[in-house]
């Protein structure tokens, strides 16, 4: 007995301090920087001073006087404001509009993935992760150089829209250009999770359905598509949460009509030094993305109750 619990201690031990000193204990500090006021400097208002008759540090705040150090002026300014919520919702929109885009994209290659013979899986998957080996901000910085409007690129879309008689477009630092690379950068993570889940379908239940009749829109419909479900819930889960929070892409690409969530985020942290509300939008996203995580898991359960 002694063995087996130190052997379970031994494997679940270093995870559980992992997350321990990375995510929660970090969680609790943000938490509680949201109640705070925001210093003279930036940063947040100091709750332990050096005392000058004695010269120890000391312990401001006490029961006494807590209300001069903890506020809920954050919340309040996040509720009253409607610019934060309408950032929410277009920060919600880029990053669904992107899993929905993913999907679409992602789904008919891991289909072909898994389908083709074993000799040549290997080489596809890896050719699927190789964006992965390249730096991330040097892939961005590679789209801002093909959107720009010196690019070729956007000289022949402009070109072919000349022609028309429409007017040029900027490609470049537009909503456009934000969903473009947020596609690019998280379509692996859509393939590979539908890649994992398609490969181990029985194809004889897809002989059996075209046995009984089933055209091919049928098979995939009341076979393949509740069978890849779990692939796909993955794949949204992988991409959705990284793409609400992402900063660096709308940054580098989209300019100000592009700015997202993490951008404001990043900006209240390092540019207005605002932490205490920084960490308010930080607690909202956080929130925001384990409701829709919920709403998902009940969804995916009701869904299993009705296949059965």
């Known amino acids: 007995m002694r063995n087996n619990r130190l052997a379970k201690w031994l494997i679940s031990g270093p995870p559980l301090l992992y997350l321990l000193l990375f995510f929660a204990i970090p969680s609790a500090i943000m938490a509680f920087a949201a109640f705070r006021f925001p210093g003279d400097y930036g940063g947040l208002l100091p709750l332990m001073d050096v005392n000058p008759d004695t010269g120890k540090t000391e312990l401001l705040i006490n029961a006494a006087n807590f ?77 801002m150089i093909i959107l720009g409007p010196q690019g070729y690129f956007a000289r022949s879309i402009n070109a072919v829209l000349g022609v028309i008689g429409v007017g040029p477009v900027q490609l470049l ?65 992988l991409v959705f949460i990284p793409a609400l929070g992402m900063f660096a892409v709308p940054d580098l690409v989209g300019g100000t009509d592009g700015i997202m969530i993490g951008n404001l985020i990043k900006q209240q942290f390092l ?8 960490s308010v939008l930080s607690i909202m996203l956080t929130l925001a993305v384990l409701m829709l995580a919920g709403l998902a898991t009940l969804i995916g359960r009701g869904g299993k109750r009705n296949a059965l």
């Open 67 to 143: 209300r001069e150090f903890l506020t809920l002026e954050n919340f309040a300014r996040f509720f009253q404001e409607p610019v934060f919520f309408e950032l929410f919702i277009k920060s919600f929109w880029y990053a669904g509009l992107t899993t929905v885009i993913c999907l679409v994209l992602a789904y008919p290659l891991a289909w072909l993935i898994a389908r083709s013979p074993k000799k040549h899986r290997d080489l596809l998957v890896l050719l699927v992760i190789l964006p992965f080996w390249s730096n991330f901000l040097i892939r961005v910085y590679s789209w």
């Open 173 to 237: 630092f537009s909503h456009f250009a934000v969903i473009l690379v947020l596609v690019y950068v998280h379509l692996p993570f859509m393939v590979l999770p539908l890649y994992a889940n398609l490969e181990k379908h029985d194809m004889n239940l897809l002989d059996a359905a075209q046995d009984l009749g089933a055209n091919a829109w049928q098979r995939f419909w009341r076979i393949t598509w509740p069978l890849s479900l779990p692939g796909v819930w993955a794949g949204a889960a």
């Open 271 to 278: 540019d207005s030094r605002d932490w205490p509300f920084g």
